[in-house]
């Protein structure tokens, strides 16, 4: 009877020590996508710091490899600075420029560069421990490499966007810049949703409510808001019109459509690009207090409810600074701030989507 009692015990405790193994795993994979995403937030706030002040084209090379090593003597960044003065950046904007100032835009997109490849061995060396384990279901196996995967294309779209600035522009194109954030921004998503999926005390979605569609769409808008953004960046769009709420004057302001073709305004003009950024910001804006509104009157989630709430405040805070961006002329500290607003943004309305989709 003794021994029978204590093989029971011993399958209790066996038990008990799976079900605690089942809990941590999950915990700890949820916290290491959760310290990638935060690297991943911090990439995109670097890559702002890099744009704003001028340094995206200091490193006139690809080489995911040997790049990581940066010039070690003098003689290495005088030849790192010869090549810089072979692009037209150089020879039509900063033309004189010291070793000194160079060495400051240079450690800019160094520090960019660096931190993506980190970002990319804090991920690929846990995922590889979770798979040898086999603490990773296949399904999440997918997920995962989806995202590493994702991660090895916004580094070649990253050289894709810098090679643009080197040849027959001082500036590199606003639509690889734009495709640049984007893959930032899903990376950023991604690492969140999944992260997220891994708490099993969530119930499984079911059919799409209009709640979660609203919730959707909310999401869409502001990752579309966050490509507007980028064209903006990308052409300088906001060192002009810089009064609000009206923009040369006007409400409407008469020139959005002065190219030919038409559809060129909305890539190539300056103020066409300002105005559909300033415009999608009140779509997300009234969108998303309506959202909030009806919210609360549903059988919502408290998780829903909260997350609605904290996401509406935050662009609410959102649109207040890219308005004191804009009449300041995007100083560097400001345009830094927005950049990371976007991204905090972002990442709201992933969380509030899942909210509502897991209620």
């Given at each position: 009877?003794?021994?029978?009692?204590?093989?029971?015990?011993?399958h209790?405790?066996?038990?008990d020590?799976?079900?605690?193994?089942?809990?941590?795993?999950?915990?700890a994979?949820?916290?290491?996508?959760?310290?990638?995403?935060?690297?991943?937030?911090?990439?995109?706030?670097?890559?702002?710091?890099?744009?704003?002040?001028?340094?995206?084209?200091?490193?006139?090379?690809?080489?995911?490899?040997?790049?990581?090593?940066?010039?070690?003597?003098?003689?290495?960044?005088?030849?790192?600075?010869?090549?810089y003065?072979?692009?037209?950046?150089?020879?039509?904007?900063?033309?004189?420029?010291?070793?000194?100032?160079?060495?400051?835009?240079?450690?800019?997109?160094?520090?960019?560069?660096?931190?993506?490849?980190?970002?990319?061995?804090?991920?690929?060396?846990p995922?590889l421990?979770?798979?040898?384990?086999?603490?990773?279901?296949?399904?999440?196996?997918?997920?995962?490499?989806?995202?590493?995967?994702?991660?090895?294309?916004?580094?070649?779209?990253?050289?894709?966007?810098?090679?643009?600035?080197?040849?027959?522009?001082?500036?590199?194109?606003?639509?690889?810049?734009?495709?640049?954030?984007?893959?930032?921004?899903?990376?950023?998503?991604?690492?969140?949703?999944?992260?997220?999926?891994?708490?099993?005390?969530?119930?499984?979605?079911?059919?799409?409510?209009?709640?979660?569609?609203?919730?959707?769409?909310?999401?869409?808008?502001?990752?579309?808001?966050?490509?507007?953004?980028?064209?903006?960046?990308?052409?300088?769009?906001?060192?002009?019109?810089?009064?609000?709420?009206?923009?040369?004057?006007?409400?409407?302001?008469?020139?959005?459509?002065?190219?030919?073709?038409?559809?060129?305004?909305f890539?190539?003009?300056?103020?066409?690009?300002?105005?559909?950024?300033?415009?999608?910001?009140?779509?997300?804006?009234?969108?998303?207090?309506?959202?909030?509104w009806?919210?609360?009157g549903?059988?919502?989630?408290?998780?829903?409810?909260?997350?609605?709430g904290?996401?509406?405040?935050?662009?609410?805070?959102?649109?207040?600074?890219?308005?004191?961006?804009?009449?300041?002329?995007?100083?560097?500290?400001?345009?830094?701030?927005?950049?990371?607003?976007?991204?905090?943004?972002?990442?709201?309305?992933?969380?509030?989507?899942?909210?509502?989709?897991?209620?």
């Amino acid at each position: 009877m003794r021994q029978d009692a204590e093989v029971v015990a011993s399958h209790a405790e066996g038990r008990d020590a799976g079900n605690v193994r089942a809990i941590r795993q999950p915990r700890a994979m949820r916290a290491w996508l959760l310290a990638v995403a935060a690297l991943v937030f911090a990439m995109i706030v670097v890559g702002g710091a890099t744009r704003l002040t001028g340094s995206g084209l200091s490193i006139t090379e690809w080489q995911p490899i040997m790049g990581a090593i940066p010039p070690l003597s003098e003689a290495d960044w005088q030849e790192a600075f010869t090549k810089y003065k072979q692009i037209p950046q150089y020879e039509q904007i900063n033309k004189g420029m010291t070793l000194g100032a160079f060495k400051t835009i240079y450690w800019w997109e160094w520090a960019h560069r660096f931190l993506g490849r980190f970002i990319g061995v804090v991920f690929l060396l846990p995922f590889l421990y979770f798979l040898a384990t086999r603490q990773v279901t296949r399904a999440l196996v997918g997920r995962l490499a989806g995202i590493f995967v994702l991660g090895g294309v916004q580094g070649a779209a990253g050289w894709y966007m810098v090679s643009s600035g080197l040849a027959d522009r001082v500036s590199v194109s606003q639509y690889r810049l734009a495709l640049h954030l984007s893959l930032a921004m899903l990376i950023f998503g991604a690492l969140l949703w999944v992260a997220m999926t891994l708490d099993r005390r969530r119930p499984k979605a079911g059919p799409w409510s209009t709640t979660q569609k609203r919730a959707a769409f909310i999401l869409g808008a502001v990752f579309l808001q966050v490509i507007l953004g980028a064209l903006v960046a990308g052409m300088k769009a906001g060192l002009a019109y810089n009064t609000w709420p009206l923009m040369d004057g006007q409400l409407v302001p008469s020139g959005l459509f002065v190219m030919h073709p038409w559809y060129a305004n909305f890539f190539e003009n300056a103020m066409t690009v300002q105005f559909d950024h300033r415009l999608m910001a009140y779509v997300v804006l009234g969108a998303l207090l309506w959202h909030l509104w009806r919210v609360q009157g549903d059988s919502a989630s408290r998780t829903a409810r909260t997350s609605a709430g904290v996401l509406a405040a935050a662009v609410l805070a959102q649109v207040a600074l890219g308005i004191w961006t804009l009449l300041a002329q995007v100083p560097l500290a400001l345009g830094l701030v927005h950049q990371a607003g976007a991204a905090i943004v972002f990442g709201l309305a992933v969380w509030h989507l899942y909210a509502v989709r897991r209620a």
